[in-house]
């Protein structure tokens, strides 16, 4: 068993071409033994946002802290908020965006261990 | 694409031999289009525990909200508080109980979809 407060996790700019003011934690994956799933942090400070993308795999999202959305493939966006669960799909292009002025967006993303 | 706040899942008492005062959430699983994993949300009442048991897939955690604790094969309590997160291995014994005298805990139980 392992247990880390997610404050005591590394936190690093995420190296995604396409990110703005994005950062990335990865409390549990591989690494920890996981043998199926990997959970990452990310967290889009106001105004940031990941790249509008997509990838043969699907993020299993929970919304920690903060406001935002989920840009879909038709460039809609759905808004999130803290206590929100998303699945985004397989090869379904998509983009997370902070819509506050003034709150980090904090968000599981959880990924296949093959990924992460 | 799927967005639903924790809020609007449905909340029935777990039904697990051995659990007091436990009930579950499946925010995502196959039913919503998941691949690969499951997220569920138990909320253990001040008093509660889930049961003392091992089964051969793993769990990813992350505390919502709370104070408590988890029990671990040789019985030692290890704390569990909000913002942790915790990887209990397949076939690795293990409860979860709630410690504090009046706040749910509230936690994210990830799982392979094939067994929620």
Redesign the interface.
């Known amino acids: 068993?392992?247990?880390?407060?997610?404050?005591n996790?590394p936190k690093a700019k995420a190296d995604m071409a396409g990110a703005k003011d994005t950062y990335k934690q990865i409390?549990?994956s591989k690494a920890?033994?996981?043998?199926?799933?990997s959970?990452r942090v990310f967290t889009i400070a106001p105004g940031g946002h990941t790249p509008f993308h997509e990838h043969p795999f699907?993020h299993?999202n929970?919304v920690?802290n903060g406001q935002g959305a989920?840009v879909?493939e038709d460039h809609s966006e759905?808004?999130?908020?803290k206590?929100?669960?998303?699945?985004?799909?397989?090869n379904?292009k998509?983009q997370y965006k902070n819509l506050s002025d003034d709150e980090d967006l904090v968000l599981?993303c959880?990924v296949?261990k093959e990924y992460e």
């Not at 068993?1 to 404050?7: A, D, E, H, P, R």
């Not at 920890?32 to 799933?37: H, K």
């Not at 206590?83 to 397989?90: R, T």
């Open positions: 068993m392992q247990i880390t407060n997610l404050k996790v409390p549990i920890d033994g996981s043998s199926v799933f959970f699907e299993l929970y920690i989920i879909a759905h808004s999130i908020e206590g929100d669960f998303a699945l985004v799909g397989s379904e998509h599981i959880g296949e």
